[in-house]
Nanobody, 119 residues
Framework: QVQLVESGGGLVQAGDSLRLSCAAS????????MAWFRQAPGKEREFVGLIYWSGDVIGYADSVKGRFTISKDNDHNTMYLQMNSLKPEDTAVYYCAARSVATGWYDYWGQGTQVTVSS
């Protein structure tokens, strides 16, 4: 079982930056890719982006492309989401998840961290 814990959320103003972290209890190696999702109030969950063990990143959502960057520190079992030029529309609970490369299933999820961007 892999446990994921998000941190780094908070209340910021439009235009500010935040760096979210997702700490895994153990290395996932190449068996899992790590992904960020977010869910705003009253809206469905939105895929933000995904990073493989190799560090390759795919699938940035159009709404965050150019502003958000995903990275990973394998030595510390941690994935990051650097968020710049934040907008009120970015307000959401941000989740990290581990997707099995073999099955495509998201087997593990964190509890989420709240990001609130004021106008």
């Amino acid at each position: 079982q892999v446990q994921l814990v998000e941190s780094g959320g908070g209340l910021v103003q439009a235009g500010d930056s935040l760096r979210l972290s997702c700490a895994a209890s153990e290395p996932t190696f190449s068996r899992y890719a790590m992904a960020w999702f977010r869910q705003a109030p009253g809206k469905e969950r939105e895929f933000v982006g995904l990073i493989y063990w190799s560090g390759d990143v795919i699938g940035y959502a159009d709404s965050v492309k150019g502003r958000f960057t995903i990275s990973k520190d394998n030595d510390h079992n941690t994935m990051y989401l650097q968020m710049n030029s934040l907008k009120p529309e970015d307000t959401a609970v941000y989740y990290c998840a581990a997707r099995s490369v073999a099955t495509g299933w998201y087997d593990y999820w964190g509890q989420g961290t709240q990001v609130t961007v004021s106008s």
